[in-house]
């Protein structure tokens, strides 16, 4: 196997050479260049082949969104890890990054601990992503005997779907970008409450929020509090906490929970879809995202057992097929559907059982008739 090139830009010496050393302590890694700007990152990109490149988001003279949009012109199929600052600008940059083009992001270390335990964090997250995001980019050089897939609709759950009270939603790597572009795909009439757990630390997940809500036509915001939940409401996890949802007679209540975290995550989306299928049981409409890992399987488990319908994105349009995959591979979806498909087939499920928009309106005119 080739070693993985990569290419670091950040406008700090020192984080320039720290990251240079992390990197090339793995014997798959070599730096094959730095810049401390954009503008010098783009000149010098053109003189080495790079399979990655390692982005600081905030400089001075040419930052990093302005390379970003460059660079998706030039070179698109170049993966893209946005290196950031944990703070609100950094956290908001950060996410307008991944909505151009970036893979994914890590966030620089802030008071983590020591020196070591800094550059413990920064070798664990910065090598596993950067393994993770070049791997699906790797061919076999024999195509292995394609594996039967358990068929979803030989699963009982499935044959006769009920009405959708709830949708769930979670997402891992590459989840923001898809998020925005299928939170804003959505109605802002849309029937029922969205709920979504989304891998992310606080800062980001607050940034994240509110960037879908400029965007969507639904109301987006974090869920840092005991809320209601209504129809047309989009809830994402905060950072840090995991998120609970429960029904109270007519009620949609929704929680932050700051237990442990599981499967190394906090939120887990495996905390969401379990607390929706002891609630809402075959009522609920899940949708599992692009990301790395296995987060969400056991809650779709119990959502199948339960009755509820299961929808996963598939494998070419996700940046990474490890959530999805192995709900998909264990024969638990309903479908798997490109993303640029997947807010209709939503719509289709949700509105199945429930009166058009039009006969809506008709009856919001004749109640008399239509009562």
């Given amino acids: 196997m080739s070693n993985i090139r990569v290419f670091l830009v950040d406008d700090t010496a020192a984080v320039r050479h720290i990251l240079t050393q992390i990197l090339e302590e793995d014997p798959d890694i070599v730096v094959v260049g730095t810049a401390c700007d954009g503008r010098q990152g783009l000149d010098r990109l053109q003189r080495v082949e790079a399979d990655l490149l390692i982005l600081d988001v905030e400089m001075p003279g040419m930052g990093g969104l302005e390379m970003l949009k460059e660079l998706k012109v030039s070179r698109p199929e170049l993966p893209v890890l946005v290196f950031s600052s944990i703070t609100e600008r950094g956290a908001m940059v950060t996410i307008e990054a991944l909505s151009l083009g970036a893979s994914d992001y890590v966030p620089k270390p802030a008071m983590v601990g020591t020196a070591a335990e800094a550059r413990d964090y920064i070798k664990t997250s910065l090598l596993g992503k950067i393994k993770t995001l070049l791997r699906r980019d790797s061919k076999p050089s024999v195509t292995p005997t ?32 898809a998020l925005g572009q299928l939170i804003p795909a959505l109605p802002g009439d849309f029937p029922v409450p969205i709920l979504v757990v989304q891998h992310m630390p606080a800062v980001f997940t607050r940034a994240l929020a509110t960037r879908l809500n400029q965007n969507a036509s639904l109301s987006v915001a974090e869920c840092d509090s ?46 969401l879809f379990a607390s929706a299928a002891k609630a809402y049981g075959p009522n609920v409409l899940a949708v599992v995202l692009t990301g790395m890992g296995h987060d969400g399987l056991e809650g779709c488990r119990q959502l199948a057992k339960a009755g509820a319908q299961i929808l996963v994105q598939d494998q070419p349009t996700s940046a990474v097929w490890g959530m999805p995959g192995v709900v998909s591979r264990a024969g638990l979806a309903c479908a798997e559907l490109p993303l640029q498909d997947m807010a209709a087939e939503i719509m289709r499920r949700v509105n199945r059982g429930r ?14 008739v239509h009562g």
Avoid at 150 to 177: E, F, K, N, T, Y
Avoid at 233 to 253: F, I, P, R, S
Avoid at 355 to 361: D, E, G, I, N, S
């Fill in 146 to 177: 394609p594996q039967p897939r358990p068929v979803a609709s030989q699963l009982q759950h499935h044959r006769i779907p009920s009405r959708v009270d709830l949708v769930v939603i979670g997402a891992s790597m590459g989840g923001p970008r």
């Fill in 226 to 271: 005991s809320q209601r939940a209504e129809p047309g409401q989009v809830w994402l996890a905060a950072g840090d906490y995991h998120m609970t949802v429960d029904k109270v007679g007519d009620n949609t209540l929704v929680a932050p929970q700051r237990s442990e975290p599981v499967n190394f995550c906090r939120p887990a989306v495996d905390i």
């Fill in 355 to 368: 009166p058009t928009f039009r006969a809506r309106q008709l009856a919001a005119m004749n109640p008399e």
